[in-house]
Structure formats: structure tokens, C-alpha cells
């Protein structure tokens, strides 16, 4: 009869293996957007549904619960990390057992097809392309919705995915504060006028952009030899461990400051995840405790960081290394200026500060009234430039500039957008507790960003 001592370390080796699943499932997707041809999509499909279904069967296992419900039971004989351990696990187990390993093939396979769809959709403006494939996303998170159960909206049950403990009352009452607020301000800015900016008109050569995206990368503390940075449609970050996690980058020729706070945005994130203790590697204790923390991270360094005047007297010099005569006469205050500009702006990931909640708040809107039946996936660009015009005042001109800018809803992340939000409130907030202990203005000017990068890794890391 094997001991408590054999019995959990069993139970880790499981885990082990659905985490090590987990891996290469992420890695199919990161090919899948980088790397894959257009002809690979259905058989890669058909991959996804397979590691998928394998996936749960693990996540599933009757043994598995056996031992997290006799550990659960045991926690005074475990260590404060294996508590958390199993605490986490047994909340990962009792939403898997409510969904079926049908439902979960049928869902990846899904997703491959929408991204597929997605892409194309965008690339020619059309949203009826992308329909069906989103008909079939929304549909099958009604059923899971309905699968995990709920108290008031469905949507309470997807938002459960993200960020644990959230629900539409308590993101309803934060998103009527802060659209009255921010509408105000961002109203009054555009009513004073808009300057043209001094960085339109001019083409900005992708390779050195990405030279530039590279080294800021570097400067933050992103370990090269335990990651990289690619290109992809729609910036994303993934990892299959805390010694290999990737993020992609979207460049823009006709505007210099587009991929540098894509990367630095994507760079947040991956610091976050090379940043777990060695110690917790392949384990449930290597992941954020909610996405608005993980938010809080890349919003962090794109915005609290990567906007302020330190860093654009840091950055300044770098940039006139790649395009001396395009920035002759452009001084940090020019640059300061530029990347806080607020004007109007059809992209989310563009957006200045002053508007960005606006963006998530309409996202919020459509995604909570299509799960919960009040809108249908076919009437989604109407209603997306009904509330854009509601918000912003004007139209964005096509579905690429509107309903199609996002591939959130393509991966069937619903659910996920208030975690923007939230990351930004956050990440608030973690910068007033760094500054009471760090001088940040001075360690951004030196570009010296390692003690910062240091703090995020012993209080938020950690």
C-alpha cells in the first residue's frame, strides 16, 4: 500500500502530464499563426481536437479526483505550495468534469476553423466570410455557459475563465463609472481639436522597426535564450514553459510607434512568465492568478512605462540610430507628446489611454448580450458601429477597422476583454506601491530597467 508521500507524488506526475499536454497543444496554435501554410488549417484542425480531447481525459480522470479530494482532506500534512497546489488543481477539476470530452474536441476544432476564417475575413473587410465560424464559437459558449452553470448571466460563467470571482453586476457598475468619466475627458480633448501628427507620411522600414522592437525587448529583461519574437496577424504571447515563451509582433510602415508598444505590450507578458519561481516549473503554481493580473503586466510596460517621458528620452537615441534623417529635429518632448496623443482612433490596440476603456467596454457589451441571446452573430457590425458612434462619435470605415480588428472571438476567448480593464486599473495601482520603494522616473531615464523588472519578480512574479 503506497504511502501520502508516494500518493502525491503521483498525483504531481499526472499534473505533470496535463500540463506537458497543455504545451504542445499551444505550441500546434503558435505554428498555426506563424509558421503554418493556409493548406495545413483542416488537418491541424483536426490535431487540435485530438490533443484536446487527450487533454481532458486527464483533466478528467476519476483517479485524479479521487487523490485531490484525499489530499483536500489532508492539507495540514502539505506544504503551503502543495496546498495551493492542490487547491488550484481541484478547481481546474471540478469545471472540466462538467464539460464533455465531445464538447471540448468539437470547440478546438472550432477555433482552428475561425482563426482560418477570421484572417481572410479581415484581410478583405468582409464579416459574412467570418460568420458561420463565429455562429458555431458563440453557440458552443452558450452550451459551456450553460454546462458550468450560473446565477444571474452565462456570461458570469466565461468571465470565470479570465479572472475568478468577476461577474457582470460588479463589471456593469465599474463600466458605467468609467465610461461617464472617460467619455468626458476624451470629449473635451477632441472638441479643443486634433494636431497632426509629425511621424504621418512618412514610411518607416519594417526591418529596422524590427531591430529596434528587439533591443527594447532586450533592455526590459527578456531572455532571448528562453524566448523569441516572431510576426503574426494579431500580436500574441504563448508559453510551453518558463524556459520557452514567444510572443509575435504586428509592424506598421506607415507608423513608427505601432510595433514598439506591440512588443513591449507582448514583452509584459512574457516577463511575467519567464519570471515564475525555477522551482514551480511545469507545475500549477507557474501560471498568473487571473488574466487582469497577467494584463497588468503588459499594460505596465506599454503604457506606465513605455509612455512616460523617461522612457522616451531613453528611447529617443535608439530610434535616431535607425532613422536619422526621418527624426532630425525631433527631441523627447516631441515624442513624449506623440505617443500620448489623443485622437480618434478606430484600433483598440492603438488607442490612446484617455479612450482604450471605451474599446473594452463595447466589446463588453456585444460579447455579454450574444451569449446571454439578446444579439445574433449575423446583426454584430451594425451593432458594433451603432455603439462606436454611441462612444466615440464617429464610424470606424470597414469591418477590418471594426467588428473584424480583434481575433479574440476567433481563438473563443469570450469573456477575456474586461481583463484589458482591469489590467489597466491594476497596473495602476502596482505602480504607486513600486514607487514608495524604487525611484522609477530615474531607473527608466538610465534605461536601467532591471531593478524594475526585479521588484515585478519578487512582489508580483512570485
Known amino acids: ?55 481532458h481525459k486527464l483533466e478528467t480522470a476519476p483517479l485524479l479526483g479521487d487523490d485531490l479530494v484525499y489530499f483536500i482532506d489532508k492539507q495540514e500534512d502539505l506544504t503551503p505550495d502543495d496546498r495551493a497546489m492542490i487547491r488550484e488543481a481541484m478547481y481546474d477539476y471540478q469545471r472540466s468534469v462538467k464539460i ?11 477555433k482552428s476553423k475561425a482563426y482560418h476564417a477570421w484572417v481572410e475575413a479581415r484581410s478583405k473587410s468582409d464579416f459574412s466570410l467570418f460568420r458561420t465560424s463565429l455562429e458555431t464559437i458563440i453557440n458552443l459558449c452558450r452550451e459551456r455557459a450553460e454546462l458550468l452553470g450560473y446565477i444571474d448571466s452565462p456570461y458570469d460563467a466565461l468571465l470565470e475563465d479570465f479572472e475568478r ?3 457582470t453586476k460588479l463589471l456593469d457598475k465599474l463600466f458605467h463609472e468609467l465610461e461617464i468619466e472617460q467619455s468626458k475627458i476624451y470629449q473635451t480633448i477632441l472638441q479643443q481639436g486634433i494636431e497632426k501628427s509629425v511621424f504621418e507620411g512618412k514610411s518607416w522600414n519594417t526591418e529596422k522597426q524590427w531591430e529596434i522592437t ?3 525587448l532586450n533592455a526590459i529583461g527578456f531572455d532571448f535564450n528562453s524566448g523569441r519574437q516572431d510576426r503574426s496577424v494579431h500580436p500574441f504571447t504563448t508559453n510551453f514553459d518558463i524556459y520557452d515563451v514567444r510572443i509575435t509582433t504586428r509592424l506598421n510602415s506607415d507608423y513608427l510607434f505601432s510595433g514598439i508598444f506591440s512588443s513591449l505590450h507582448e514583452g509584459g507578458h512574457a516577463l511575467y512568465e519567464q519570471g515564475f519561481r525555477k522551482e514551480d516549473r511545469g507545475t500549477w503554481l507557474a501560471q498568473a492568478p487571473s488574466l487582469g493580473i497577467h494584463e497588468s503586466q503588459s499594460r505596465f510596460w506599454e503604457n506606465i512605462v513605455g509612455r512616460s517621458y523617461p522612457f522616451c528620452k531613453f528611447l529617443l537615441p535608439i530610434l535616431k540610430e535607425y532613422f536619422p534623417s526621418e527624426l532630425e529635429g525631433i527631441t523627447p518632448e516631441i515624442i513624449y507628446k506623440e505617443v500620448n496623443r489623443v485622437f480618434p482612433n478606430y484600433i483598440r490596440v492603438e488607442a490612446d489611454e484617455c479612450s482604450y476603456n471605451l474599446h473594452i467596454i463595447l466589446r463588453y457589451r456585444i460579447e455579454k448580450d450574444l451569449i446571454e441571446g439578446k444579439l445574433s452573430v449575423s446583426e454584430i457590425p451594425e451593432c458594433w458601429n451603432d455603439l462606436f458612434k454611441s462612444l466615440f462619435g464617429y464610424l470606424p470605415p470597414n469591418d477590418t477597422y471594426g467588428c473584424l480588428q480583434d481575433i479574440h472571438w476567433a481563438h473563443g476567448s469570450i469573456g477575456y476583454f474586461p481583463s484589458y480593464t482591469l489590467g489597466n486599473l491594476f497596473s495602476a495601482q502596482i505602480t504607486e506601491k513600486m514607487k514608495s520603494t524604487l525611484d522609477v522616473s530615474e531607473f527608466i531615464t538610465q534605461g536601467n530597467f532591471i531593478p524594475i523588472r526585479d521588484w515585478l519578480k519578487e512582489h508580483i512574479y512570485n
Open 214 to 216: 528587439l533591443r527594447l
Open 100 to 110: 464533455s470530452e465531445q464538447w471540448v474536441g468539437k470547440f478546438a476544432q472550432a
Open 1 to 55: 500500500m503506497e504511502n501520502q508521500e508516494e500518493r502525491l507524488l503521483k498525483l504531481k506526475e499526472r499534473l505533470s502530464e496535463i500540463i506537458n499536454l497543455r504545451a504542445v497543444f499551444a505550441l500546434l496554435q503558435w505554428d498555426e499563426e506563424v509558421n503554418m501554410p493556409p493548406g495545413g488549417a483542416e488537418s491541424r484542425g483536426q490535431q487540435l481536437k485530438l490533443i484536446a480531447e487527450m487533454i
Open 165 to 167: 470571482g468577476i461577474d
